[in-house]
C-alpha cells in the first residue's frame, strides 16, 4: 500500500563535529512531510541545512537522530543505490567521453536492464526533456540548458519515486534560469512523481512550489504554499528573507481575533493589523508592510493608518517605480507599478513631494520580534 507521503522526515537531527572539535546541528529536530506527487521546495541560504536534508533523503547522510522515511519505509543506513530516489545536481555531473544517449542509459545499463528496453526509455525520455534526436551528440555540443535537460533525463528514466534536485538551475544565466523553472513545474505536473527542489532562490521557490520550506540555522522557520509564504509570514525572519519589506517596532495594545492595534513609538500612531504569529497583548513585535501594498496619494484618503510623509528618492526600474519615503524620520519603501506608458514628468513623483500614505489594516501584519 502506498503511503500519503512520498518522504517523511520525523524529528531528524544531523551533527557534524567542526576542525575545533565543537559538535553543529546542521539539521536540527526538522520534521517534514513530504506528499505524493508533490513538488517541495526547501529554501534558505547556505547553511540553513537545507542540502544536508536533501542528502539524508538521498542516503549520502544518515541522520544522527530521528528518521528518513519514503514512501512509509524507514530508511535507516540504507545505502544511496537500494533507495526509491534520484539526484539531479547543480553541476550535473554527465560523463564527457559519452554521447547523450549513454549518458541517459548509464543507470539502466549498471542494473542489466535489456539493450531493447533501454533504448525504447532511453528514447521516450530523450522525448519527455524536448531533445529527440540529439542523442548521439556529446554533452559539450549541448548548451547549458540542454545539458540540465539531460541531466534530468538520466535520473527520470529510472522512474524514481521521488526526484531529488539540488540548485539544478544555479549555473545558468537569468534567463534561461527562468525558462528552465517553466519548464521543470511543467515537467513534473507531466510525470507526475515527487520533487524536493533546494535553492536559495525565493523567485524560484515561489515560482516552482506547491509547497514550501523556508529554513534557517538547521530549523524549519515557516511550511506553507507560496502564498501563504508570502502573505501571511509567521515571523520577521521569514517576512524579510521572502521578498522586500518595511518593519516597524512596535507593542501590542489590544487583539480582537486576527485584529490587532499596535503602538508604534517611533511615530506616536497606533496602527491596525492582522496577527499572523503568536503574540499577545502588551508584546514588543514587528509591523511588516510590503512596499508593493503601500498606497501613496494626494490628500488623506483614509483615517486608519494614514500619515504624510515626503518623497527623498524615486527611481523609475521599468516595469515599477521605487519611491523612498520620509516618515517622521523613518525611511519607508514604497513599489509602485507603472500601469500607464507616458514621458509625462507629472506622472511620476519627485523629490521633496509631499504625500499621504495609506496602509490598509490587511496588509499590516504583526509578527512576533525574532
Known amino acids: 500500500m502506498t503511503s500519503e507521503f512520498a518522504v517523511e522526515l520525523r524529528e531528524v537531527v544531523k ?20 506528499k505524493q506527487g508533490e513538488f517541495f521546495s526547501m529554501l534558505g541560504s547556505s547553511g540553513c541545512g537545507k542540502t544536508t536534508s536533501l542528502r539524508m533523503i538521498a542516503g549520502f547522510e544518515w541522520p544522527t537522530e530521528g528518521e528518513v522515511f519514503i514512501d512509509g519505509e524507514p530508511q535507516g543506513h540504507k545505502p544511496p543505490f537500494l533507495r526509491p530516489v534520484n539526484t539531479v545536481f547543480q553541476n550535473y555531473a554527465l560523463f564527457q567521453h559519452m554521447t547523450v544517449s549513454e549518458n541517459i542509459a548509464f543507470g539502466l545499463e549498471m542494473e542489466k536492464v535489456e539493450r531493447k528496453e533501454i533504448e525504447r526509455r532511453v528514447g ?14 556529446k554533452p559539450k555540443q549541448l548548451s547549458g540548458g540542454q545539458q540540465q535537460r539531460i541531466a534530468l533525463a538520466r535520473a527520470l528514466v529510472k522512474r524514481p519515486k521521488v526526484l531529488l534536485l539540488d540548485e539544478p538551475l544555479g549555473a545558468l544565466d537569468l534567463k534561461l534560469r527562468k525558462e528552465m523553472q517553466l519548464e521543470l513545474k511543467s515537467l513534473q505536473q507531466e510525470v507526475g512523481i515527487t520533487f524536493i527542489y533546494v535553492t536559495h532562490d525565493q523567485e524560484e521557490a515561489l515560482t516552482m512550489s506547491d509547497r514550501i520550506a523556508v529554513m534557517s540555522l538547521g530549523k524549519v ?4 504554499t507560496a502564498v501563504e509564504i508570502y502573505e501571511r509570514p509567521t515571523s520577521r525572519f521569514v517576512a524579510d528573507f521572502i521578498g522586500e519589506s518595511n518593519f516597524l517596532d512596535g507593542k501590542v495594545k489590544s487583539i480582537k481575533g486576527d485584529q490587532a492595534v499596535v503602538s508604534i513609538a517611533a511615530w506616536g500612531e497606533d496602527l491596525a493589523g492582522i496577527v499572523t504569529g503568536k503574540v499577545k497583548v502588551g508584546d514588543d513585535v514587528s509591523v511588516s508592510i510590503r512596499p508593493e501594498k503601500v498606497r501613496l496619494t494626494d490628500k488623506q484618503g483614509i483615517k486608519e493608518n494614514s500619515l504624510e510623509g515626503v518623497v527623498t528618492t524615486s527611481t523609475y526600474i521599468g516595469s515599477d517605480t521605487h519611491i523612498y519615503l520620509d516618515i517622521r524620520g523613518l525611511r519607508f519603501k514604497v513599489w509602485e507599478q507603472n500601469r500607464i506608458s507616458t514621458l509625462d514628468p507629472r506622472a511620476y513623483y519627485i523629490n521633496g513631494q509631499k504625500v499621504w500614505v495609506a496602509l490598509l489594516p490587511e496588509n499590516t501584519l504583526v509578527l512576533p520580534r525574532d
Open 15 to 34: 551533527r557534524f563535529i567542526t576542525p575545533e572539535g565543537n559538535k553543529l546541528a546542521a539539521v536540527d529536530n526538522v520534521t517534514m512531510q513530504i
Open 221 to 224: 522557520r515557516q511550511m506553507g
Open 124 to 137: 521516450e525520455a530523450l522525448d519527455m526533456v524536448k531533445l529527440g534526436g540529439m542523442g548521439r551528440r
